[in-house]
Each structure stands twice: as structure tokens, then as C-alpha cells.
């Protein structure tokens, strides 16, 4: 379970990066599209914290109760 946890959050910060790039190309010629990929950056990574905490919680949940 903890190990798909890892993975998911591993995926919302290729999701920002990806974003990041699309933003760094798209700024000049389409910025409608650019600030829509703002925002998918802006959740992605906030999204990456929220798991990322998550997880650490549950680990620690689980850590506590086996001892």
C-alpha cells in the first residue's frame, strides 16, 4: 500500500514538471494556454505535498502501531 502511495506522488511531480515546460514554451505564443498550465502546476505540486504528508503520517501510524 505505502509503495503505491510513493508512486502517485511521484506522478503529480512529473505532472508539474511537464506543466513547467509547457508553460516555458507556450508563454509567448499562447498564453490562454499557458496560464491554464499555471494552474495545473500550481495544484500538481501542492497535490505532490499533500501526498507526500500523507504518506509519512500513514508510515508513521503504522510504525507506532507495530511496536
Known sequence: MIKILRY???IYLIIAIFSCY???T???TDR???YLF???AVVSIGMFIF????RRK???RQRDSKQ
Open 32 to 34: 490562454q494556454n499557458a
Open 38 to 40: 499555471v494552474f495545473f
Open 8 to 10: 502517485t506522488e511521484y
Open 51 to 54: 501526498r507526500r504528508n500523507y
Open 58 to 60: 500513514f508510515e508513521k
Open 26 to 28: 507556450d508563454w509567448n
Open 22 to 24: 509547457r508553460i516555458y
